[in-house]
């Protein structure tokens, strides 16, 4: 068991540290003076013309008192000087202890904020802070992942409940209808918990950084989304020039692919909503001023200005695209907004004036 006995302050000890210092300091100086002194001073009295001359014994009398004076004063001085020099060195020391107290308390969202040069324990203070903020982002999506799994699960399994209770109470109910039900039910609580999971780790910023070309992963998104796009009637296009970023390759493509999907199931069909065409979607990539460029462009319904700030929020699609029937999780764009920002980068949603949307993402090359 380690040994918690109460002893002195560190400020205490530094203080008596310093006055040690002093005091041996001016003893070693008056031990100079004195070998100094004796070295002329003769050690028996001789008489001269003059008078007498002092001796060692004289010198005694003369000097110890003022000398023991003198040491009583370096050691005041030491003492009291170095409690005040001790408390301005340990000031930053206790500053770090109280935010440490605090956050360990729970609030993560204290900083220390040392003012200063830059010192050890202004580095000390700035990697406290360091730590504390990725702790707190951490744990927000940790209380932000299961708040939303808490509330979005809840649906699922109440439709699960229902389902078993209505073909508990009609046992001539077709079983293959139910099990229809809930494969389709279930199947809809995986696809939320894993897009759960993604935000949450996009959220943490806990992935490897590797250089990975934009094009090539709109190319196996878009071979990936064909007859989804194709089932629909709509055309997918992809074109541009590579579009290198550093970044996690997964969590790249996984932000592709749900721009991509976005796009095909909040689309339009031919002659749908006075769309005169068939409906598109439209993938460019491209390398802009040192950074990697992806633009998703697709037809649509009419996107109101301000719904566009909201479309990135979990869970939220917009009043005009809550009445598509794709069963999505809310999540897509919340993703791509999530890992935008983990990545360093920018999004951003504007609406066409025909309807449908354009996303452009802008992420650092290096």
Do not use: C, K
């Amino acid at each position: 068991m380690t040994d918690r006995r109460p002893g002195p302050s560190v400020r205490l000890r530094l203080a008596l540290s310093y006055a040690g210092l002093v005091v041996l300091t001016g003893a070693l100086l008056l031990a100079v003076v004195w070998v100094f002194l004796l070295r002329y001073v003769p050690a028996d009295r001789v008489d001269t013309a003059s008078g007498v001359v002092p001796v060692q014994r004289d010198l005694v009398r003369a000097f110890a008192p003022p000398a023991a004076l003198a040491l009583v004063v370096l050691l005041v001085v030491g003492l009291v000087g170095g409690w005040f020099l001790a408390g301005r060195v340990l000031a930053p020391l206790t500053r770090i202890t109280e935010a440490t107290r605090r956050v360990a308390a729970g609030t993560l969202s204290h900083r220390i904020d040392l003012p200063g040069r830059d010192d050890e324990f202004r580095s000390l203070a700035d990697a406290f802070d360091g730590m504390v903020a990725r702790l707190e982002t951490h744990v927000e999506a940790q209380r932000r992942f299961a708040a939303n799994a808490s509330h979005e699960l809840r649906t699922p399994l109440a439709i699960t409940r229902s389902v078993l209770e209505v073909a508990e109470r009609d046992p001539d109910r077709d079983p293959a209808a139910v099990v229809a039900r809930l494969r389709t039910v279930n199947t809809r609580a995986i696809d939320l918990t894993e897009a759960l999971l993604l935000l949450s780790r996009a959220d943490q910023g806990t992935f490897e950084h590797r250089t990975v070309d934009l094009s090539l992963l709109a190319e196996e998104a878009a071979e990936t989304l064909v007859p989804l796009a194709e089932a629909r009637g709509l055309v997918l296009d992809v074109d541009g020039s590579a579009a290198p970023a550093v970044g996690s390759p997964p969590l790249l493509l996984q932000l592709v692919t749900n721009l991509v999907h976005n796009g095909i199931v909040h689309n339009v069909a031919s002659g749908a909503d006075g769309q005169t065409g068939p409906g598109w979607v439209r993938v460019h990539t491209s390398s802009v001023d040192g950074e990697a460029v992806l633009e998703v462009q697709n037809t649509g319904r009419t996107v109101a200005q301000e719904v566009l700030p909201t479309l990135t929020e979990a869970f939220q699609r917009g009043s005009a695209r809550q009445r598509d029937d794709h069963g999505g999780a809310g999540l897509g764009l919340a993703i791509v907004d999530a890992v935008v920002r983990a990545h360093g980068g920018t999004v951003r949603l504007r609406a066409r004036s025909g309807g449908g949307l354009v996303v452009t993402v802008r992420l650092p090359t290096g």
